[in-house]
Structures are given as C-alpha cells and as structure tokens.
C-alpha cells in the first residue's frame, strides 16, 4: 500500500493561474519535504517542515508556499506559475530529522504550466 | 557545503553486462550517502545506503555500492543488468553531519540504457 501519495500525478495549469499539489502519508511522520525536479535535472529541495515549523531553502522563489495543515497533509501552492515552473514534484516523509530515519518519497506529480 | 557529482551523464550497456555507474561527493564533514532510482514519470525509490560499518552495502534489485572514504566516491555496481534496469539513477548525500535521510544533495543523474 502507498505510504507517501500525491495527487494529482498529473497536473496541467495555465501560466500564471495559482495551482495547488497535495501530498498525504499515512505514515504518521514528523518531517515532510517538498522537492522540485526539472526535467534532466537533479532533484532540488524547496522546503521542508518539521511538525508545525517551516523551514525553507534560501533559494527557494517566493512564488512558491507551503502549508500542512495536519501531520497527514502537506500542500505545495505555486502562486502565479511560469512556463519556467514546469516539472516533476516530488514529496517525501521521515520520521525525524535525524540521520537514522528513512525518507520516503510519493510518486511525484508531473506539472505542466500552458 | 556538500556536493555530488556523477560522471557519466549516460551508460548504454548490452543485457548481462555488469555496470558501474561512478559518483563522487565532496563533504567537509561525515555525510551518509544513498543511491535512488527513477523510472519515467514516477518517484524515486531507494536502491541502497550507507550509513555506517561495512563499506560494501548490497541493495535491492542485485545492485551493490562501495563507499571508499579516501577517494570520496561510492560507486554503484550490478554484475548482470536486465533490460528492466533502464532508468535514471541519482546519487545523494545527506545534508551536513548526521543530517535527515530527506533532507538530500542529489547528484544530476546517470541514465542507464540496457540493450538488447
């Protein structure tokens, strides 16, 4: 049974029109983290939160939010997406944030920005 | 700060073959290091890790890594590949001493093509 889910798989959005991915667990895990994949490029962290705390990379657009509203869920909102925001995001869970829990990652959702 | 860096952008290798696919990583401190696999359209799943002890960790799948402190490289290696391993191949370290098992440096990826 998926652990880490994320929907939609497939999502198409129209430049500059706010969009909203979801990523669930049934995990119960503390740490939730949002990764941005480009097309032929390394996977990127964008932010992550441990329990309520949000924590975000430096270089991450302001474009982009997060929001976890419960431990199940967390939301990544692209306000107003550019054709430059087209990729794969990829959502994964631990535990803690220790070294010695295993992160677990959803089969990613694949935006497309028209 | 931690980097990785894979140097094969692409491996084209006939059907059991075996394969290594290099990567090398730069760390100031002690970092643990992890090799994921892509299939198209999907997310990552884990192949293997070292964290601590042995130095040749065996993952899923038949494949195995070596993490060699003194040339900072943890290969990846498969003595026999199938044309079910084609796929894109990352390799990544935590993010600062003892840090979380999510919270990686992924290297730009290897893709593995199996022939006929």
């Known amino acids: 049974d998926a652990m880490v889910i994320q929907n939609p798989r497939y999502q198409v959005t129209q430049f500059g029109k706010p969009v909203t991915l979801s990523c669930s667990q049934t995990?119960?895990?503390?740490?939730m983290y949002w990764y941005q994949q480009k097309s032929s490029q390394a996977p990127k962290l964008l932010f992550h939160?441990?329990?309520?705390?949000?924590?975000n990379e430096a270089d991450t657009p302001d474009n982009f939010q997060s929001r976890r509203p419960n431990t199940s869920f967390c939301f990544l909102d692209i306000r107003s997406p550019g054709l430059g925001d087209a990729a794969m995001y990829l959502c994964?869970?631990?535990?803690?944030?220790?070294?010695?829990?295993?992160?677990?990652f959803g089969q990613g959702t694949r935006l497309t920005v028209v | 700060a931690q980097s990785v860096t894979q140097l094969d952008s692409q491996v084209p290798v006939f059907e059991e073959a075996p394969v290594e696919l290099r990567c090398n990583y730069s760390?100031?401190?002690?970092?643990?290091l992890f090799w994921y696999v892509q299939y198209p359209n999907q997310g990552l799943q884990l192949l293997l890790k070292?964290?601590?002890?042995?130095?040749l960790v065996k993952g899923i799948n038949g494949f195995e890594a070596e993490f060699n402190k003194s040339q900072t490289s943890f290969h990846l290696r498969k003595p026999s590949v199938h044309i079910s391993d084609t796929a894109e191949y990352f390799c990544?370290?935590?993010?600062?001493?003892?840090?979380?098992?999510?919270?990686?440096?992924f290297g730009k990826g290897t893709k593995l093509s199996v022939k006929p």
């Open positions: 760390s100031s401190v002690s970092v643990y």
């Open positions: 995990l119960n895990h503390n740490v």
């Open positions: 994964a869970t631990s535990r803690d944030g220790d070294g010695y829990t295993e992160a677990f």
């Open positions: 939160y441990y329990d309520k705390d949000f924590n």
């Open positions: 990544a370290v935590t993010r600062g001493y003892g840090g979380s098992q999510g919270n990686l440096i």
């Open positions: 070292y964290l601590s002890g042995s130095t």
